[in-house]
């Protein structure tokens, strides 16, 4: 086999067989196929697409380029859950202690911010002590224990997606639904969950800026799912303004933790019901959506998921007594309010600007190597949809860079669409794929 007929063979739009799949993926992690082949075999992939079966053969190739992790000690159905990412999205940190606490094993591992917010490890790094590096079997033995642990993806995960990213990124292939699906799926399968449950974020601030692209990335997950024989689930949710209020590492744990007493954004409490219910019914913990959603509001309820959630960050070395104290999480020196320039009802809070103003005050990396600032970020004090008078509080700032707070601040203001006529609150839920 030799791969400049591979790659002929796409740009001739021609389907690909498993054996030149995995010829490509074992050769190319090898070195044997050059970046330049690789870079040529991709965009004959983007340019003429791939099928189903060519999607699912990609994936299993590029599963198998790494570690695959066994979870087979851990009792039950383990479920994962994926988000293709936004600006607020604290999802995993409230999510993973519902869920667990209403009696199913959550074994998590998740990665930090590619764009311009942290993600899930960063935020957990905001609680002092919090350890995100486990060992595989204190992973398993605290699943078992206490049904619940997140940690961080190894680098030995997946090897031929970190390659293929990051060559993807430098020659205008990442925006394929083939090969963003299989590059999210192949680490999935790779972390050893049974079933898959996928947040697709659909608008402004998420990956697919489209609801249809949203759907079609959703369905080609679903498939790939079905194919590798693990029950998968994609949800299309609104990711046209932040999630919930909070944008930042340590405003986010203070968010999901305030919903975890009963105090969650609206739209952060439906997502967390809605994925939580699905994830229950995927693990076999409850019989129906409804039912899942019952026993997710009564975990809310009695206090089991806030103890859930001590329980967790106590097991992996953090202060437990920030859930009841947030002065123990890192805190801005200084706070600004950006003020309605006038009265009207808000239109537009654009998720992408919010993130990147966030990112200015350093709650994100602008390059893999920026520290982040935990304690930075923003507040929203409306969302979409809301009344404002001229001079009301749109937002506050929390930063300890002065200098940077002009250009966050600008980028801010510039997010907003106030109007006279009245506007409809966003809908969170846009569909769901089986
Ligand atoms: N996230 C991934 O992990 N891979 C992609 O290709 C796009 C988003």
Request: charged share 30%.
């Amino acid at each position: 086999m030799r791969i400049y007929d591979i790659i002929k063979k796409k740009r001739d739009n021609y389907e690909l067989s498993k054996a030149e799949i995995d010829f490509f993926i074992e050769k190319y992690c090898e070195g044997e196929v050059t970046d330049y082949q690789a870079s040529a075999l991709l965009m004959a992939i983007y340019l003429n697409k791939m099928n189903k079966q060519e999607t699912a053969y990609l994936t299993e190739a590029m599963m198998n380029s790494g570690d695959v992790i066994d979870l087979s000690g851990i009792k039950g159905v383990k479920v994962d859950k994926h988000s293709t990412g936004g600006v607020g999205d604290k999802t995993t940190i409230a999510l993973a202690p519902l869920v667990a606490a209403c009696g199913a094993p959550v074994a998590k591992m998740s990665g930090r911010g590619l764009g311009h917010t942290g993600g899930t490890l960063d935020k957990l790094e905001a609680i002092p002590g919090f350890c995100i590096e486990m060992q595989a079997d204190k992973f398993i033995e605290s699943v078992n224990k206490h049904n619940i642990a997140v940690c961080g993806q190894t680098a030995s995960i997946a090897v031929a997606d970190k390659k293929m990213y990051a060559l993807r990124d430098v020659t205008a292939t990442v925006d394929n639904i083939s090969l963003i699906a299989a590059s999210i799926m192949c680490k999935k399968l790779a972390s050893g969950a049974n079933a898959i449950l996928l947040d697709v974020k659909t608008g402004d601030g998420a990956f697919m800026k489209t609801l249809d692209d949203s759907f079609d990335l959703a369905k080609a997950m679903v498939d790939i799912g079905s194919e590798m024989n693990r029950e998968t689930i994609g949800i299309i949710t609104d990711m046209d303004e932040p999630l919930g209020f909070a944008v930042g590492n340590s405003l986010e744990i203070i968010e999901a933790i305030e919903t975890l007493k009963g105090n969650g954004p609206k739209d952060f409490v439906v997502l967390c019901e809605t994925l939580g219910a699905y994830m229950l019914v995927l693990s076999k913990t409850v019989n129906s959506f409804d039912e899942g959603i019952q026993r997710i509001r009564e975990s809310i309820k009695s206090g089991d998921a806030l103890d859930k959630l001590r329980v967790f960050i106590e097991n992996q070395g953090g202060d437990k007594k920030i859930v009841d104290d947030y002065s123990l999480l890192p805190k801005a020196s200084k706070i600004v309010e950006i003020k309605a320039s006038k009265s009207g009802f808000i239109s537009k809070i654009e998720a992408e600007e919010v993130g990147v103003s966030a990112m200015i005050l350093g709650a994100g990396r602008e390059t893999k190597e920026d520290e982040l600032d935990l304690s930075a970020g923003i507040v929203l004090n409306k969302k979409v949809g809301d009344y404002v008078e001229k001079g009301d509080t749109l937002a506050f700032m929390h930063f300890n860079k002065e200098e940077k707070l002009q250009q966050a601040k600008e980028r801010l203001v510039d997010a907003y669409e106030i109007v006279k006529e009245k506007v409809e609150p966003k809908r969170l839920v846009y569909g769901v794929v089986t």
